[in-house]
Nanobody, 130 residues
Framework: QVQLVESGGGLEQAGGSLRLSCAAS????????MGWFRQAPGKEREFVAG?????????YYGDFVKGRFTISRDNGKNTLYLQMNILKPEDTAVYYC??????????????????????WGQGTQVTVSS
């Protein structure tokens, strides 16, 4: 059974930074692509970033990221990360870690859709104050 547990969320001021972590268990983490999504109150869940399984593999970001966030993974530690810098109040959301059943995304667009990811964590709240 695949389990994903996010941590690292919290309250941060605008302009600050947070690093989210996602600890994975239940299968060989390094074989599968991973992603981060977020959901703000009253809004749909949206794609933040995705990373393929291989070291140095493909990485994709949502348009709103604009160089502020960095996704990475440590396959030796079974952990996915999201470094978030220059936080804005509009980044306030619950952030979810998600796992694909593929090692590589078939297309860039596939990395951005919820249906690509059969496994999800419970989410971690990020609140950015102005």
């Amino acid at each position: 059974q695949v389990q994903l547990v996010e941590s690292g969320g919290g309250l941060e001021q605008a302009g600050g930074s947070l690093r989210l972590s996602c600890a994975a268990s239940g299968r060989t983490f390094g074989y599968y692509a991973m992603g981060w999504f977020r959901q703000a109150p009253g809004k749909e869940r949206e794609f933040v970033a995705g990373i393929s399984a291989a070291s140095g593999g493909r990485i994709y970001y949502g348009d709103f990221v604009k160089g502020r966030f960095t996704i990475s993974r440590d396959n030796g530690k079974n952990t996915l990360y999201l470094q978030m810098n220059i936080l804005k109040p509009e980044d306030t959301a619950v952030y979810y870690c998600a796992a694909s059943n593929r090692g590589e995304f078939l297309t860039p667009a596939r990395a951005m859709v919820l249906s690509e990811y059969p496994y999800w964590g419970q989410g971690t709240q990020v609140t950015v104050s102005s």
